[in-house]
C-alpha cells in the first residue's frame, strides 16, 4: 500500500468520530446502518481532527519547503532528518543529485515524517535538469511546435519517472509568456503566443497530473516580459492591466479554470496589479485580489525560492507572503530562522492565527488528495 493510500486511509479513520455535523453532504453515499457521509466531508474532518492533534510550530513547519541536494550521503541525511523531525517542514525541494539517492532519500523521508511530504523538484525539462542519470528532454523554447497530445505525453512520462523515485510534485509547467528574444524566459517559456503557452502548458500539466504528481504553474503573474532574472534583481513588468489580462495572465486563467492544485507565484513587481513595488510573491492585491478573488483559484500558492536576490532576506518576508496568501514558502535562506520569523509573528500579534492554520489546512488538504492523482 502506497504512502498516499495509507494517508487517507488514516484521514478516514480519524474522520469517522468527528464527522457528523462537519458541514454540508454533497456526492454523499450511505451504507447500511452508518449515516451518508462525503469523501470531502471526511476527508475535511479527517483534517481538522489532525490540525487539533498539532503544535503551533507543527503547523508553522507545515508551510515551509528547504532545498536539499540529491546526495544520499549521511551529512544529507542528517540535514533532511532534523528539516523533518526538528523543524516539521512540510515538505522538500530537491537539487542536483541522482536517481538511486532521490529514491533512497524518498523512502527514507517516509519513515521520519509524522504527515507525509510534498517532495518537489523543478525539472522543466524532464528530471535530467537535476538528476545526472535521469532521462532529459528538450528545453522548452524547442516544444512550440509540439501537440497538445504530444505535451500531455510528455508529462505523464515525467510525472511517472518522478512518481517511481518517491517525488510528488514538479515545479511546472512554465506559463510565462516570452515576448521577445530578449526575454529572461526566452529557453523556459513555449513562447510568445499567450494562446499556445496556455495550450501546451495545460496539456503538460495533465500529463503531471495523471502521471501521478501535482504539477505547479509558474511564475504568476507572469515573468516573460521582462529581461530582468528574478534571481539576481526585482523585475518590474511594465505592461498595463489590458496587456496583462491578453497575454500574461491568460495561460494562469485557463490552467486554474481547468482545476489544477498549486501555482507559484513570481518575485516580480507587477503595479498595474499591485499599484506599487512590490514583489507579486508578497503581495495581497496579487496573490489575493487577482489569483483568489478575481479568478477563483482555490489551490496551493507557493512562493518562488526565497533565497533570490528580488525577494531578498529582509526581515518579515516570510510573515508577508503568508498575509499575502501564500500558503508554502520554498527555499527560506534559513530554514531554523524563517521559521522563527513566523512563529515570533503569531506570539506578537502582527500575524493572525487564523492565517497559519487556513494555510496548513490547506496543504494537508492537497495532501490528502495525493491518493486521487
Known amino acids: ?67 536539499c541536494f540529491t546526495v544520499a550521503d549521511a551529512a544529507t541525511v542528517r540535514r533532511l532528518v532534523r528539516y523533518v523531525a526538528d523543524e516539521k517542514v512540510g515538505g522538500i525541494v530537491f537539487l542536483r543529485g541522482d536517481t538511486a539517492s532521490m529514491l533512497a532519500l524518498s523512502r527514507m523521508l517516509r519513515g521520519h515524517a509524522r504527515v507525509p511530504l510534498f517532495l518537489a523538484m523543478d525539472a522543466e525539462w524532464g528530471l535530467g535538469m537535476r538528476l545526472r542519470d535521469a532521462e532529459c528532454f528538450p528545453h522548452n523554447s524547442r516544444l512550440s511546435g509540439a501537440s497538445e497530445a504530444q505535451m500531455y505525453d510528455y508529462g505523464v512520462r515525467v510525472g511517472t519517472q518522478a512518481s517511481r523515485l518517491g517525488l510528488n510534485m514538479i515545479l511546472g509547467p512554465v506559463l510565462d509568456v516570452a515576448s521577445s528574444g530578449a526575454s529572461v524566459m526566452a529557453d523556459r517559456s513555449y513562447g510568445g503566443d499567450p494562446a499556445m ?65 498549486a501555482v507559484m507565484a513570481g518575485h516580480m513587481a507587477v503595479p498595474a496589479l499591485s ?57 527560506p535562506g534559513d530554514t531554523r530562522g524563517a521559521i522563527d520569523e513566523v512563529i515570533g509573528a503569531l506570539r506578537d500579534g502582527s500575524l493572525p492565527a487564523w492565517v497559519v492554520n487556513d494555510r496548513c489546512r490547506r496543504v494537508l488538504l492537497y495532501k490528502s488528495y495525493l491518493g486521487d492523482q
Open 197 to 261: 503557452v496556455a495550450d501546451l502548458g495545460v496539456a503538460y500539466a495533465r500529463g503531471l497530473r495523471d502521471g501521478g504528481v501535482y504539477p505547479v504553474a509558474k511564475h504568476f503573474p507572469g515573468h516573460g516580459s521582462t529581461s530582468v532574472d528574478s534571481h539576481r534583481a526585482l523585475p518590474v513588468i511594465v505592461r498595463g492591466r489590458e496587456a496583462l489580462d491578453s497575454i500574461d495572465l491568460l495561460p494562469f486563467r485557463r490552467y486554474v479554470d481547468q482545476g489544477f492544485p
Open 275 to 331: 499599484g506599487d513595488s512590490v514583489p507579486a510573491s508578497v503581495s495581497p492585491a496579487v496573490l489575493t485580489g487577482v489569483l483568489r478573488e478575481a479568478m477563483g483559484f482555490g489551490g496551493l500558492v507557493l512562493t518562488d525560492a526565497m533565497n533570490m536576490d528580488a525577494v531578498g532576506a529582509s526581515s518579515g518576508v516570510y510573515v508577508a507572503s503568508l498575509l499575502a496568501g501564500a500558503d508554502i514558502i520554498l527555499v
Open 1 to 67: 500500500m502506497g504512502v498516499a493510500m495509507r494517508w487517507l486511509l488514516l484521514l478516514v479513520a480519524v474522520a469517522l468520530s468527528c464527522c457528523v455535523g462537519c458541514g454540508r453532504r454533497a456526492d454523499s453515499v450511505a451504507t447500511d446502518g452508518v449515516a451518508a457521509v462525503s469523501r470531502a466531508e471526511v476527508t475535511l474532518c479527517g483534517v481538522d481532527s489532525l490540525m487539533a492533534s498539532m503544535s503551533v510550530e507543527e503547523r508553522v513547519g507545515q508551510l515551509f519547503m528547504p532545498a
